[in-house]
């Protein structure tokens, strides 16, 4: 596949969502996840068995692991010439941070690749999720929305991801001190540009190659990984719809009996892939937890150290921001995911008529309520599930951090 195509391969996600969003009586032919799955593809970083089998993929997943390997250990080097330094150490812890997380999530799924390309085919194989035929439910404008979401979410998070490289590709022009887009070190000084000018060329090139490269796969992992929890959203609100419209849809208890045991299935497919989903997302979950929760207290200390200095604290203020941004994201999602899921048991509940339908039929509607108690989390155990609840415990415990800071400094 020809660089041509690789691009027109990347770039279909946005022509599609365009031209869904100019037409409200366009479909999408296939799920958000599914489109960033080819972006990856076009980007050569989707690690399966399947691609690994396609010429040189196995040799560029090598050297991609290699490369981000030697660019935290460059900028690990590098933090020990920040040594004295508070406000500097904690730039590069910043940066360190964040390269940990990509490199830790290249890792993940060059093992765990297979699993989650399983998902992503069986989340496409079920959508639209609605039974076809004349008796099917109205389930487009649901699609489209989720569809409509994820095209503003991915415009939005690739023009942010444009400028910020922009911005960082160039510091060097305009921060005193700084000569490299990410404060690095390699043997024998050859960072240095008064010293080295050619090697120093060739770092700085590598870096903004690189930093464009992994933070454009980064933004589609994460679109990925949240459509597939969004589209199992979608699913239980199919299902909802289904179970609402149940006894219009049916004609006689034997259809009605088929259509509830059909039903039944569907929502533990959905218990089942959603199970599957978390185990996939199990380490990752966990490592941006914990990358949050880090650079929300870098910040708020870096800040409190800087405090006298307008321009650090603007800067580790704005770091703050996007680290509470990405995760009140994924408390969003994980919140949309449970509440919507409690909503199959109220369906239910309404679909229960005593003037039709049998014993069997009722077993089944009974089924589906005792399932539908307990709510469906984004969670990976044994750490709390991905909600607003959580997400405000942890904001309390930087607000800890930070009235502690402000009774010692002062």
């Given at each position: ?372 108690q307990d709510p469906l989390i984004m969670r990976a155990s044994p750490f709390p599930s991905f909600n607003f609840i959580n997400y405000t415990a942890i904001l309390n415990e ?13």
């Amino acid at each position: 596949m020809d660089l041509r195509e690789n691009l027109d391969r990347f770039l279909i996600f946005y022509f599609d969502g365009w031209k869904v969003f100019r037409d409200p009586q366009l479909e999408s032919r296939h799920s958000p996840a599914y489109f960033w799955r080819e972006q990856m593809k076009a980007m050569l970083l989707y690690t399966t068995s399947e691609e690994r089998l396609l010429p040189y993929r196995s040799f560029w997943h090598t050297l991609v692991a290699i490369k981000s390997f030697v660019f935290m250990a460059t900028m690990l080097y590098g933090l020990t010439e920040s040594i004295g330094d508070n406000v500097q150490m904690g730039r590069d812890l910043a940066f360190i941070i964040g390269i940990f997380y990509i490199t830790f999530k290249i890792f993940y799924f060059l093992r765990y690749g297979d699993a989650l390309d399983e998902v992503v085919n069986d989340l496409e194989a079920f959508h639209p999720w609605a039974q076809q035929g004349p008796h099917a439910v109205d389930y487009r404008s649901g699609k489209r929305w989720y569809f409509v979401l994820a095209f503003f979410v991915s415009t939005s998070w690739a023009l942010f991801l444009v400028i910020f490289l922009g911005l960082l590709v160039t510091s060097p022009m305009w921060v005193q001190n700084q000569n490299l887009p990410f404060h690095a070190a390699f043997p024998f000084q050859w960072h240095d540009r008064s010293t080295h000018p050619i090697t120093h060329a060739i770092i700085y090139l590598f870096q903004c190659y690189f930093a464009a490269y992994a933070l454009t796969w980064l933004l589609c992992m994460e679109g990925l990984s949240i459509s597939i929890y969004v589209e199992i959203t979608f699913a239980i609100e199919v299902l909802c719809l289904e179970l609402l419209s149940l006894h219009r849809r049916c004609d006689g208890n034997e259809q009605l009996r088929l259509e509830t045991n059909r039903l039944v299935r569907l929502h533990q497919k959905v218990v089942e892939i959603l199970d599957r989903i978390n185990d996939v997302f199990h380490g990752t979950l966990i490592m941006q937890m914990g990358v949050n929760f880090s650079l929300v207290s870098l910040s708020v200390l870096e800040a409190m150290e800087a405090r006298k200095d307008p321009k650090v604290v603007a800067q580790f203020a704005v770091l703050m921001l996007l680290a509470l941004g990405h995760l009140s994201m994924w408390s969003l999602f994980g919140d949309l995911l449970s509440q919507t899921s409690l909503k199959v048991s109220e369906a239910a509940y309404e679909a229960y008529d005593p003037t039709k339908g049998s014993k069997e039929v009722y077993r089944d509607l009974c089924l589906i309520i005792r399932r539908a108690q307990d709510p469906l989390i984004m969670r990976a155990s044994p750490f709390p599930s991905f909600n607003f609840i959580n997400y405000t415990a942890i904001l309390n415990e930087c607000f800890g951090i930070l009235t502690f800071l402000l009774n010692t400094l002062d």
